[in-house]
């Protein structure tokens, strides 16, 4: 298992049915919360792309204007991705009981934040190209509003000033062919998008996995601003509920509310973040069924059912997988981009079809933020705050090494 040093930031009770060692504690949500916490309906300036981080954080001086829920409903079917939920096929056993989602819904009332996560939702969107195919893009994971149908096999995915310096960066570092290509700012309606890539367009009826890379997926920044400035978040308090109505505390419960550093650390255990260093957010097969059901997906037996489902147990594909993931791990330890940035909440795109293409990409840079010179990292080291180790390439290795084991040796 991991071997780095997970903060507790209130010891409710391990979901996992392993025993883990109980460090301390670095955030306590209990009395030390200042006067004036307040319970926010949905967070606030959590993270540099958090729903109200990019949109909302008046550090940018770019379009802050959050995207209603219906947004993109209301561009042009031709050129937005439409939701859709007649398309979904999936099982979708999350979703259904997500009170977030209903906490975001447009009849929500005013006040309320104007965009949401998909969470396990998926987007099918059919669109148009100016080249007339036609495809179903799916967004398999994030936030939901974040991406708009662009030319030319491309796709805007709502701005975000730390992303853009990241892709702009990616762009002249080794990395460069494994991330979707950048191509600027472009506006739309007034909402600044990053412009790059649709990985998807050159595939036919894709099969696709998300997973999201590292053994953390807050930014040092967001526990130093939770302890700052701490905000009680009432959607995560339901979405924890949902999953699991006896995770909350006595004093979460009556607060009905909880950090978000203690939201996302009580994912990670629950998932296999914490002790793989990566986990699976969502799998869309090209026979149009979706899981994004894998918030409890844990062990390394369950991820390797999941793989193998994924790939419909064809040997050929997991080769093809696993020689980019060993790729991109030796591109990886080389990058002067990858030594000089915090890696959090990153995703490996794995993409196959029918026609026996495969590859991989890693995605979402976000939370991708620049180090303070001489720092440098190794991705492997266990965290300990102020270390700023996220363990991506950790996770990489478990991945690879679970691939491994399921190839005829
Ligand atoms: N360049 C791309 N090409 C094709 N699909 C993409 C691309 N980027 C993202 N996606 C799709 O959108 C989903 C969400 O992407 P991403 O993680 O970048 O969004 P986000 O809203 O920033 O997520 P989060 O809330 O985790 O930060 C991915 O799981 C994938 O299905
Ligand atoms: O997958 P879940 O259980 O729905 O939880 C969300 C997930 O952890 C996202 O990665 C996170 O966005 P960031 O990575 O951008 O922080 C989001 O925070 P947010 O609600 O503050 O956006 C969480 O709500």
Same mark, same amino acid.
């Given at each position: 298992s991991y071997p780095g040093t997970i903060p507790k930031l209130i010891i409710t009770r391990d979901p996992s049915p392993t025993p883990s060692p109980e460090p301390p504690a670095l955030l306590s949500a209990r009395t030390e919360l200042p006067a004036g916490l307040c319970l926010d309906s949905h967070g606030e300036d959590?993270? =540099?792309?958090?729903d109200s981080g990019c @949109? @909302?954080? =008046? *550090?940018?001086?770019?379009?802050p204007r959050k995207l209603s829920n219906s947004s993109s409903l209301g561009l042009s079917s031709a050129s937005s991705f439409e939701e859709s939920e007649d398309d979904f096929t999936g099982s979708d056993i999350e979703s259904s009981l997500s009170p977030a989602r209903s906490l975001c819904s447009p009849d929500e009332g005013p006040g309320n934040k104007s965009w949401q996560k998909l969470k396990t939702m998926v987007h099918f969107s059919p669109f148009v190209v100016s080249f007339k195919k036609r495809y179903p893009w799916v967004?398999? *994971?994030?936030? *939901? @509003?974040?991406f708009q149908a662009g030319e030319y096999g491309r796709l805007l995915k709502r701005y975000c000033e730390s992303e853009q310096q990241c892709l702009q960066k990616l762009m002249k570092d080794t990395l460069r062919p494994y991330v979707p290509g950048y191509y600027g700012v472009v506006q739309r309606e007034q909402q600044d998008y990053n412009l790059m890539d649709d990985l998807l367009a050159e595939f036919d009826s894709p099969s696709i996995m998300d997973c999201k890379m590292g053994s953390r997926t807050y930014l040092e920044e967001e526990l130093k601003k939770a302890r700052e400035r701490p905000r009680l978040r009432k959607d995560m308090y339901d979405k924890m509920v949902a999953v699991d109505?006896? *995770?909350?505390t006595e004093e979460e419960r009556a607060q009905q509310g909880i950090l978000k550093p203690r939201y996302m650390q009580w994912r990670e255990t629950l998932s296999s973040t914490a002790t793989l260093g990566f986990r699976i957010e969502g799998i869309k097969k090209a026979d149009g069924t979706c899981n994004t059901n894998f918030k409890k997906t844990k062990q390394r037996e369950q991820v390797m059912q999941a793989l193998e489902d994924f790939v419909g147990g064809n040997t050929q594909i997991l080769k093809l997988y696993l020689q980019r993931l060993q790729e991109i791990r030796s591109v990886l330890e080389q990058s002067q981009f990858f030594q000089t940035h915090e890696v959090v909440g990153s995703s490996l795109l794995f993409v196959h079809d029918a026609s026996g293409k495969a590859r991989v990409w890693m995605i979402d840079f976000g939370k991708t933020v620049p180090l303070p010179e001489p720092q440098t990292l190794d991705h492997r080291t266990a965290w300990v705050e102020g270390n700023r180790e996220d363990g991506y390439l950790w996770g990489l290795d478990n991945l690879v090494d679970i691939l491994s084991s399921m190839l005829p040796q």
């Open positions: 959590e993270s =540099p792309c958090s @949109g @909302g954080s =008046p *550090a940018l001086t770019r379009s967004q398999l *994971a994030g936030h *939901a @509003g974040n109505p006896g *995770a909350p």
